[in-house]
């Protein structure tokens, strides 16, 4: 099992800045991967970032060049740092970490922290 706590979020002005903070605790040995997803109002969560256990990263589309994913010396920690915010990127930003096992992945989930950017 793994346990989730995100930190970070806020309300901030069209251009500004924000850190995500996410703290795994409990099997994170065995995690292979986190990232961070968020889900808009009338939307679907949508991936916005991951990166792996060896620390390849991967990034939507609409946040390139903007949002950097980043782990902790200790591996038990993700960051998101979030620059040049839009007010589209308004939502729910969830932590998630993944467990692949040989015959099984298990997904975990933070409760997720608010993100709204005022234009």
């Known amino acids: 099992q793994v346990q989730l706590v995100e930190s970070g979020g806020g309300l901030v002005q069209a251009g500004g800045s924000l850190r995500l903070s996410c703290a795994a605790s409990g099997s994170t040995f065995e995690i292979n991967a986190m990232g961070w997803y968020r889900q808009a109002p009338g939307k679907q969560r949508e991936l916005v970032a991951v990166?792996?256990?060896?620390?390849?990263?991967n990034y939507a589309d609409s946040v390139k060049g903007r949002f950097t994913i980043s782990r902790g010396n200790a591996k038990n920690t993700v960051y998101l740092q979030m620059n040049s915010l839009k007010p589209e990127d308004t939502a729910v930003y969830y932590c998630n970490a993944v467990i692949l096992r040989i015959l099984t992945t298990s997904d975990y989930w933070g409760q997720g922290t608010q993100v709204t950017v005022s234009s």
């Open positions: 990166v792996s256990s060896g620390g390849s990263t």
